[in-house]
């Protein structure tokens, strides 16, 4: 994360604040997703099943895909200055493209869409997240994404 004076934020609203490494979604990620969510469909676990379906393969868990927002977008972005901690604030909306194939790189492209001052040194901003396949046109999905910045803590 970048830190960047209260004054500069508004600036770089619209405007990309970067693009992550590539991610491979392997079948062991996609089973240990489906095993922690208990979302066992053979489209996911079964790769003889999954050769009979339009995909040819297993597919990750859309939610397995936005899941991994946190880890890709972990040093995308941008903070203001003082900041002691930050919240994932929840999304806004989320859009599932394109499902992500068994061994597909993925990774995030994040644009600021906005930025918000709380109060009592909270920031909350607004990203678009867009889940990008490696060689792939359609993304795996878009999402708008909050996180609440705190410059100091209350007492």
């Known amino acids: 994360m970048q830190t960047v004076p209260v004054d500069r934020i508004p600036a770089l609203i619209g405007q990309e ?3 992550s490494d590539w991610l491979i979604v392997d079948q062991n990620r996609i089973n240990a997703f489906a095993d922690a969510t208990l979302d ?3 489209i996911h676990v079964d790769p003889e099943a999954a050769r009979m379906t339009p995909w040819g393969s297993t597919i990750a868990h859309g939610f397995l895909t936005l899941s991994l927002i ?3 977008t972990r040093e995308i972005g941008i903070v203001p200055e003082g900041t002691v901690m930050v919240i ?5 909306k989320v859009r599932f493209l394109e499902p992500v194939k068994v061994g597909s790189p993925v990774r995030a492209r994040v644009v600021l869409a ?3 001052a709380k109060g009592s040194g909270r920031f909350l901003f607004k990203s678009k997240v867009t889940i990008e396949i490696k060689d792939n046109e359609k993304p795996a999905l878009v999402a708008e994404t909050l ?5 100091e803590v209350p007492t």
């Not at 994932?88 to 806004?92: K, P, R, S, V």
Request: proline share 5%.
């Open 88 to 92: 994932n604030y929840g999304t806004d």
């Open 17 to 19: 604040l970067g693009v």
């Open 147 to 151: 996180m609440l910045s705190v410059t």
């Open 70 to 72: 946190p880890y890709l």
């Open 114 to 116: 906005d930025a918000t």
């Open 40 to 42: 066992h469909q053979f």
